[in-house]
């Protein structure tokens, strides 16, 4: 029977089950120093009294909030919501909770960033996950000493050394291989017959933006030495918005004549992609028949678009995954952190990305949900402290070979 008093206490919860007060303590934060059966026997009396752990009380027993602030920005995009689902859940998983700080990336001043890592500090925090998408966040964030474990999600370091930032222990860096991401992009497209290119760029304040022109572009600098015929041109657009990259493509592409369009655009995320195809819908062009068309994020409804869009997909979900399992590495909970690395690579078996020799129908592209494994991360050979997940290819109807037009 449920005892309905909400002062109920873990020494009323002992006596009912016969323990000690500690063994009950031990039950609640999953200490392994308990047997099975006295686990199973106290969680029952707990669940039976209706019990809830006060977690300012096993603040102060432990020393640990088992709260971690989450100082993040850039949430009007997909990736950025993405990836604080991701760590959330897993944080729920584990017992621990997240205290949430929204800011501008575009405005967040190191003045800012301090008065919110002040305010997570001043909450009891364990630790601080910061997404910083943008340089003046990235700044910001640097600039500020770490004081609790730290990890940074970035795709760059903006030139900064951050080896020498103060307590280096407390810091990780976590990110996307943007790198193997267009090498894998390029190979698909040159393998499909493609030798002119044109790559729309994303805003290079943004660190996923910066680092997939820069990969992009020494990619194909590789390539010419080995294919002297492939041509590539770049746009350089200042915002996500998906307007702006339709008002650049009608432009750039009403007046190219069509014996010189590219064979294959890229564009640096899906919503750029997305207005692409209408402005080549708008101007004639047909995709993939005369030209093939690829996005970065896989975002939901890129597999209904007219046609179904190829993208690449970054995982961003695993991007807060990784984040959490560093996170609870660096606090010394191994044992969560082990948990989380058979969970993350459980997803990664189950979850399935489109063969780049085939492709799916609409519904069974909604159902795939690629996910790239956490085992054996590279790191970034110019940011040898940024651990990288690979991203992975989802090939769908967007895409033709050039022997087929």
């Known amino acids: 029977m449920t005892v309905h008093n909400k002062a109920i206490s873990i020494r009323q919860v002992a006596q009912q089950a016969g323990v000690s007060y500690q063994t009950v ?8 120093n308990v047997s099975q059966r006295t686990r199973t026997h106290v969680q029952h009396v707990i669940d039976q009294m209706g019990y809830r752990p006060s977690n300012s009380a096993r603040a102060l027993a432990t020393r640990q909030s088992r709260t971690i602030g989450f100082i993040v920005g850039g949430v009007s995009y ?15 998983a584990h017992g621990l909770y997240v205290s949430v700080s929204i800011v501008d990336e575009r405005e967040c001043t190191p003045r800012d960033y301090q008065q919110l890592s002040s305010n997570m500090l001043g909450l009891g925090v364990d630790g601080l996950i910061v997404l910083a998408p943008t340089q003046q966040m990235f700044e910001s964030v640097l600039s500020t000493p770490a004081q609790v474990p730290t990890v940074v999600l970035t795709s760059s ?6 080896s020498a930032l103060e307590q280096p222990n407390l810091w990780r860096f976590v990110g996307i291989d943007q790198n193997e991401a267009c090498q894998s992009l390029l190979t698909y497209l040159l393998g499909l017959g493609h030798r002119s290119f044109w790559f729309f760029a994303g805003p290079q304040q943004w660190g996923d933006a910066r680092a997939r022109r820069q990969a992009w572009e020494e990619r194909m600098e590789q390539e010419k030495q080995q294919h002297p015929d492939i041509s590539y041109t770049v746009s350089e657009l200042e915002s ?4 702006e990259a339709y008002r650049a493509a009608l432009s750039q592409f009403a007046s190219l004549p069509r014996e010189v369009m590219p064979s294959a655009i890229v564009a640096a995320n899906d919503l750029q992609a997305f207005a692409i195809l209408k402005a080549l819908y708008a101007l004639g062009i047909n995709v993939p028949h005369d030209v093939s068309v690829v996005g970065f994020d896989d975002m939901p409804g890129s597999d209904v678009a007219i046609p179904a869009l190829t993208s690449v997909n970054p995982g961003f979900a695993q991007l807060g995954t990784q984040a959490m399992m560093a996170m609870m590495e660096m606090l010394g909970d191994e044992g969560a952190a082990g948990a989380a690395s058979a969970a993350g690579n459980s997803e990664s078996a189950s979850g399935s990305a489109e063969s780049a020799s085939g492709r799916e129908n609409s519904s069974e592209s909604a159902e795939s949900d690629p996910v790239a494994e956490t085992a054996g991360l590279a790191v970034a050979s110019d940011f040898p402290q940024l651990q990288l997940l690979p991203a992975q290819m989802v090939v769908r109807d967007s895409c033709s070979a050039v022997s087929q037009r």
């Open 157 to 162: 370091d903006y030139g900064h050394d951050v």
């Open 25 to 32: 303590s031990r039950v609640i934060n999953n200490s392994p």
């Open 240 to 243: 996500w918005d998906a307007q």
């Open 78 to 92: 997909y990736g950025p919501i993405s990836t604080m689902g991701a760590i959330e859940e897993m944080a729920r």
